[in-house]
């Protein structure tokens, strides 16, 4: 599958590659070692060792290099061959492993897969809303079986929520919703306004609104390639100016795994300020969430991804409805900047 490389996409939460320990993870159908070194900074490289292909994730941390639990050989951070324990000791010149750029930053490890030289950490889309340093963020991961694309469009075209998540997340007036899309450069917002509703009791408690209250309620999603989603939730009583809600950024994030798989991250943030009263509301918060996340959207996706196949896409011929206006302008951007880079680097 076409990847778009020169971007940043999530490798893992912060707290999931810890010190001393070896965490390993395929992304865009790359096996890829991260580890911590002895000041705490994550490093990253392809998890297979060049002398007989033993994955590095078998081995183990010695200080700031993996050791191979095959034959000894150890790489550091930057991929190369820092110990040969055979023979005198000298290191063979293609003793190299592929690394990978890696920035920790808004609660998680962000990774470049493309050319090097085009990193650039102000390239991270702004997710400050999980800034480990303001917010305690409640955490949650899935791995999903369906396309990163497929959970793209899930969350840009939220309208499903009033047939896929009736006691939950939606409602019988979703599908009045006022919807909107525009477009940023690469980054595309879908707007969605539901007036005079009447939500669902989980949503009440979450947003502080007295149950059965007729409410005005907004959800905006802001999109960023690959698939990096900020979902910007919150309601008022009917009538009332939305600055007078409380409004919550749900981050959403997709990594593909493969062309079939991918690993979805998932947040609810509260601030500090809140203590430990609004660590507990997250919590229960991204659990509420996890469950229509975990057994109505996935089971769905997964179907999705069963029925379609191997087939692409867009040669299917997909009826469109007026709440896939985000979705498809997504799509239409990513189909771009994976055509124009791949045409770049034909043409070099």
Same mark, same amino acid.
């Given at each position: ?129 999980? /800034? ?5 963020? &409640?955490?949650?991961? =899935? !791995? $999903?079986? @369906?396309?990163?694309?497929? +959970? ?67 959800? /905006? ?5 690959? &698939?990096?989603?900020? =979902? !910007? $939730?919150? @309601?008022?009583?009917?009538? +009332? ?78 009826? =469109? !409805? ?27």
């Amino acid at each position: 599958m076409a990847y778009l490389r020169n971007v940043w996409y999530v490798a893992a939460w912060d707290n999931e590659v810890k010190p001393g320990e070896l965490f390993t993870r395929m992304l865009l159908d790359e096996q890829v070692l991260l580890f911590r070194d002895e000041a705490g900074k994550v490093q990253s490289v392809f998890d297979r060792c060049p002398h007989r292909f033993a994955p590095l994730s078998m081995g183990k941390l010695c200080g700031n290099t993996v050791q191979c639990a095959y034959h000894g050989l150890q790489f550091d951070g930057s991929g190369a061959c820092t110990k040969n324990p055979h023979g005198d000791g000298a290191i063979p010149r293609a003793a190299k492993v592929k690394a990978y750029r890696v920035v920790e930053k808004y609660s998680l490890i962000w990774i470049w897969m493309g050319d090097d030289e085009q990193a650039d950490e102000s390239l991270i889309p702004d997710f400050s809303c999980m /800034d480990p340093q303001h917010m305690y963020v &409640a955490k949650r991961y =899935l !791995l $999903a079986r @369906a396309n990163y694309v497929l +959970e793209s469009d899930n969350i840009l075209d939220l309208s499903h929520i009033q047939y896929l998540h009736p006691g939950t997340l939606g409602s019988d007036d979703v599908s009045q919703s006022i919807t909107k899309v525009e477009q940023q450069g690469n980054t595309v917002w879908s707007y969605r306004l539901i007036v005079a509703e009447i939500m669902p009791d989980f949503l009440y408690a979450a947003m502080g609104i007295p149950a059965g209250t007729t409410v005005d309620r907004w959800i /905006d999603v802001r999109w960023d390639a690959p &698939a990096n989603m900020l =979902l !910007l $939730a919150g @309601a008022v009583a009917t009538g +009332e100016a939305r600055s007078e809600g409380r409004e919550t950024p749900l981050p959403h994030l997709f990594t593909p795994e493969t062309e079939t798989t991918t690993h979805y991250w998932f947040a609810f943030p509260m601030p500090h300020e809140l203590g430990e009263q609004g660590a507990q509301i997250a919590e229960q918060q991204v659990s509420g969430l996890y469950e229509p996340f975990s057994k109505e959207d996935l089971p769905m996706l997964e179907a999705q991804q069963k029925a379609i196949g191997g087939a692409d896409f867009w040669s299917l011929k997909p009826v =469109l !409805l007026p709440g896939d206006a985000g979705a498809v302008r997504a799509r239409r951007v990513l189909d771009k900047l994976i055509a124009d880079e791949q045409g770049a680097q034909n043409s070099a």
